[in-house]
């Protein structure tokens, strides 16, 4: 492979550092552009959401308008997808955006989880959502699932006024887990909150969902930590009405990412053809495998996996099939003064559950302090002609014989 094709490029630190200056007006745009795009898209995608619709459509719908949306932006520059469209159902955690020959349809009763991410110029929002499909949207939903949902709605609104430069990671992590247990709920293991940097989605010391079940010394400093100004958070909180355990479900990983510190000298055709496509229209950012344009880039796909030169984020799934997962998640500029939204709430889900958080409690403290502002009112998006449902034309495999 040509070395042009390598993203492991020099980035000197002061370069670094003034790319992710969030106090540059320039920098703030660009962010919130990438919030605009992900404001408008994902209330498209979840009114998809209903009875016998294809999540494999759903994923395609996402990515498809991302990329019809960023487009035409900054057209010297990279931009478009930077967490693929993915939807997870009921007891999967995260990372379900299926080939179409693994699609699944949904059903009356589908805890659904919608997640997408944009990047313009490098600069990331992501979001995600969780909806139920009803068969009749003026009934309340009752049972586990809205306890999840209501537990993970005021964890997420939670942990996001207390965004503050000098809050501790482990307050922030205490909060989310006391609010799941109100709900007889747990934080889900594995998950977390990260800061992102250009063209870095885990940029930093992760905000733990849970504390280690076996927490020894050593750990503290991984959630003592202290968030700081000029920070970008996806904030990212995920619990189970199950104990918060997870495993790997029997899907092979459908999410993939280029590890720009490896590099291999491949052999396959397929593989070669599958590397230059992830360098060509992915770098550094997390892509689907039905994003890849041929069978022969997918078989290629494995080499890659094989070699290092990509990382899987498999499908993980709550423990018990009766476990349901919710997940709510979304982007946050902390300023001196305090946290900004550059992605919007969007409307609960109609739901009831039978339990609340306490009076005076840590957490209703919190909660009862003001909603964390957004950075301005988001622009609104202009039509774009993206057929749902529409399943693109592979291209003509290529042979797979060595040279």
Do not use: W
């Not at 997870?88 to 379900?96: A, G, I, K, P, T």
């Amino acid at each position: 492979m040509a070395t042009n094709m390598e993203l492991a490029v020099s980035y000197p630190p002061s370069k670094f550092e003034a790319d992710n200056t969030i106090a540059n007006p320039t920098i703030r745009e660009k962010y919130q552009l990438s919030a605009d795009i992900v404001n408008g898209v994902l209330p498209l995608v979840l009114q998809k959401v209903q009875v016998g619709v294809s999540v494999c459509d759903l994923c395609q719908y996402g990515d498809d308008l991302i990329n019809r949306h960023t487009e035409n932006m900054y057209k010297s520059t990279e931009r478009g997808v930077a967490v693929p469209t993915c939807v997870s159902l009921n007891n999967q955690v995260q990372y379900f955006s299926p080939l179409a020959e693994n699609d699944v349809y949904l059903k009356i009763g589908d805890v659904v989880k919608v997640e997408l991410g944009v990047h313009v110029d490098g600069y990331i929002a992501t979001a995600a959502h969780t909806v139920i499909v009803v068969e009749n949207q003026q009934e309340p939903v009752t049972g586990k699932a809205a306890d999840v949902i209501c537990a993970t709605y005021f964890a997420y609104e939670a942990a996001s006024r207390m965004l503050r430069p000098g809050v501790k990671a482990s307050e922030i992590t205490r909060v989310i887990t006391e609010i799941a247990a109100y709900f007889r709920c747990q934080p889900v293991e594995g998950t977390f909150s990260s800061p992102m940097k250009r063209f870095v989605l885990r940029a930093g010391k992760d905000i733990e969902n849970r504390f280690l079940d076996d927490l020894i010394v050593q750990e503290l400093p991984k959630f003592d930590f202290e968030v700081e100004a000029n920070q970008v958070y996806q904030l990212n909180i995920v619990l189970t009405t199950g104990e918060g355990q997870v495993k790997q479900t029997d899907y092979k990983p459908f999410v993939y990412q280029r590890d720009v510190n490896k590099s291999y000298q491949l052999k396959m055709k397929s593989a070669r053809l599958a590397y230059a496509e992830v360098n060509a229209n992915h770098t550094v950012f997390p892509f689907a495998t039905r994003a890849l344009l041929s069978n022969a880039s997918r078989l290629g796909l494995q080499s890659l996996l094989q070699h290092e030169l990509v990382t899987a984020h498999p499908v993980m799934r709550s423990k018990l099939n009766s476990d349901i997962v919710a997940q709510f998640k979304g982007t946050h500029l902390v300023l001196n003064e305090g946290p900004l939204r550059t992605t919007r709430p969007l409307p609960l889900p109609f739901v009831h559950s039978q339990y609340c958080i306490p009076q005076q409690t840590m957490a209703a403290n919190v909660l009862s302090t003001e909603p964390v502002k957004e950075i301005r009112q988001p622009k609104p998006l202009p039509e774009v002609n993206v057929e749902f449902g529409a399943r693109r034309i592979e291209k003509e495999d290529v042979e797979m014989e060595m040279d």
